[in-house]
């Protein structure tokens, strides 16, 4: 019995199942973080490989794997800003914020380099 190689047959019913369970756990996760964004992705790889029948006859046999993936986008972001009046001096290791008025002048700093 032959088996038609058609989206709306059995012949994907796993890839379906599993298209299902990715995109309502997608939206799951959307709600719960509150995305707004999110998508879905779906590869199918096919291989066709040789197999021999018992006449002797080579035929190919179609290897079909398929992955579904999703990604939701969250985005969280904090504002902040580093408080203060500094000086950028370098140093022996990379560079450093030098507090102005506790550690001399703006111009000691600069003979330093």
């Given amino acids: 019995m032959s088996k038609l190689i058609d989206m709306n047959t059995d012949t994907f019913e796993e890839l379906k199942t599993d298209m299902t369970i990715v995109l309502n756990r997608l939206l799951a996760t959307m709600q719960s973080y509150g995305a707004e964004k999110a998508a879905m ?62 550690q001399g002048d703006i111009f000691d700093l600069i003979q330093n380099d």
């Fill in 41 to 102: 992705s779906v590869k199918v790889e096919v291989q066709l490989k040789k197999a021999v029948t018992d006449s002797g006859e080579n035929v190919p046999v179609p290897e079909i794997k398929h992955k579904v993936s999703s990604t939701v986008q969250v985005k969280d972001e904090k504002e902040g800003e580093v408080k203060g009046y500094y000086a950028l001096a370098k140093t022996e290791d990379g560079y450093s914020l030098v507090p102005l008025g506790e």
